[in-house]
């Protein structure tokens, strides 16, 4: 669209940020083309729509797109706008059906998007209507381990090349079990905040013991989980890493023990120990030795706006985020890890989550500051840990060498520069996969 | 307050036409229930009002969700 406004909003030197990006009126006009027009963008979950003509309501950005299996059980992401005058041909959140039909003048769509039935084609159109060409516009996806994906961009690389080496590490939650996984939700809400804010949030360690002090309390107190201070989080042998715009927080750790998920209490915590032992073998021939028993992925996003497993952080405007929180459990579980986990996850995120309300008033605020006429002339600071990340023996990506560290925020701003300046995918750098992927887990499960 | 009390006290009325149903009496103990614990909210007496709790309580939000016409949701 013309010419391409130039980005340099993150100093690498100082890790000094730009905060305008967070509400100017322009930029986040820019966003939508540049980056929520071509990445690849988080829109759901295979188990949303498990059945032949099922559909699932969800968005690209901010645009209304229907998730559909047809009548083959082929997925499709079809823009929900009726081509003839843009109404929406489906006004509900889910459902089952073959057809579409927009309440506006009729027109009906298939549900892989074809445009079945015009009135008055004949008559009122004297048969010149081209509808081969007038299908719902259909965005590409793709899957991975049964998280649908969806682009605008024809140029794109494969989901697999986008998600590149991020995948070993995703792989720890989502890619464990034989049966796959189930997705339950979304609770949505929307929150005056810039989604970028949430984002970078996914990988920042550094508030946990400030701003979830009382939450953590909460747990220390009533759910048997260790006390959190500063110090165990410096000293922590947690890590961050970061791959083409995907930032990664994990744990390295052999002790045999379940991976922290919500749910995990004094009365679950043998249940979760259950799990994890009888699960193990399975896991270890799917993950292989090291990824199964000692990689823990923990807080993460997956460029642009997945954040923490399959929760969206969809653009409102510069300045409103409406969350999407759904749960994600393994499908082959017992009912009562099920109900633990689900029960936990609502318990510390979502709308009435303990951790996510001691979040969002200060992402508010952080959003406020970028409005301050005054205020948004100084840069937020962002230099933590510069200088100590770098590729690693084990792992992949760009690790930091603390949990405490600012690195994968820097990267992640760079990644947007490098998205907002690019004019097509062509100029968009793309790190070559180069892990081994142990075991028998692959892209699509 | 009592249900059982409070039906006999209104049953034991000299006026008949005060004397309160049982589903009555109940409605009157529900909004005094009601308004202690709005009461205690305003007032920030958390552990007071923890205490209304049973041990056994299921606190439900159902989800919203836009369903076609004719159709409930299931969740």
Known sequence: ?445 | MNTKRAHEAAARSAEPTTALTLQQALWLELMQFYIREAWLLDERKFKEWLDLFTDDVLYFMPRRKTCRAGKRSAS
């Open chain 1, 1 to 445: 669209m013309g010419i391409t406004r130039k980005y340099a909003v993150i100093e690498p030197a100082t890790g000094k940020l730009d905060r305008r990006i967070f509400s100017e009126p322009a930029v986040y006009d820019d966003e939508m083309e540049k980056i929520f027009g071509r990445a690849w963008l988080m829109i759901g979950h295979e188990s949303l729509v498990p059945a032949i003509d099922d559909f699932f309501h969800t968005y690209m950005g901010e645009d209304p797109v229907i998730l559909t299996r047809d009548g083959h059980g082929r997925l499709h992401a079809l823009l929900n706008m009726c081509r003839h005058r843009g109404n929406r041909v489906v006004r509900c959140d889910d459902g089952n059906a073959k057809r579409f039909m927009c309440t506006y003048h009729g027109w009906t769509y298939r549900n892989d998007g074809a445009l079945d039935h015009v009135p008055g084609e004949a008559q009122a159109y004297y048969d010149a209507l081209d509808r081969p060409s007038l299908g719902l516009i259909e965005a590409r996806v793709e899957t991975y381990a049964g998280i649908v994906f969806a682009t605008w961009a024809k140029d794109a690389p494969s989901l697999e090349a986008y998600l590149g080496d991020a995948r070993w590490y995703l792989d720890t939650v989502f890619n464990r079990r034989d049966g796959g996984m189930q997705a339950l939700g979304p609770m949505k809400w929307l929150e005056p905040v810039n989604w970028k804010t949430l984002v970078d949030n996914c990988s920042d360690n550094y508030h946990v013991p400030t701003s979830h002090l009382s939450s953590a309390r909460v747990q220390t107190r009533w759910l048997g989980r260790p006390p959190l201070s500063h110090e165990d989080q410096f000293a922590s042998p947690n890590q961050h890493a970061f791959v083409n715009g995907h930032s990664i927080t994990f744990r390295d750790a052999d002790d045999n023990a379940p991976r922290y998920v919500h749910g995990v209490s004094k009365e679950t915590f043998r249940l979760f120990q259950e799990y994890h032992d009888a699960t193990m073998p399975e896991v270890e021939r799917r993950l292989g030795t090291l990824r199964a028993r000692r990689v823990q992925l923990g807080n993460h996003s997956i460029f642009p706006n997945g954040i923490l497993g399959l929760r969206l952080a969809l653009p409102r405007g510069p300045l409103k985020t409406e969350f999407w929180h759904f749960v994600l459990l393994d499908r082959d579980a017992p009912e009562e890890i099920k109900r633990a986990i689900r029960i936990g996850s609502q318990a510390n995120n979502g709308a009435a989550g303990m951790f996510e309300q001691d979040d969002v008033d200060n992402w508010r605020q952080v959003t406020l500051a970028s409005t301050s006429r005054f205020g948004r002339r100084h840069p937020q600071n962002l230099s933590m840990g510069l200088g100590h990340a770098g590729p690693h023996p084990d792992y992949p990506g760009l690790v930091s060498e603390r949990y405490i560290s600012e690195n994968n925020q820097r990267l992640f701003y760079r990644r947007w520069e490098e998205f907002m300046n690019a004019e097509s995918w062509a100029q968009i750098p793309l790190d070559p996969i180069k892990s081994t992927f142990e075991g028998t887990a692959t892209m699509r499960g």
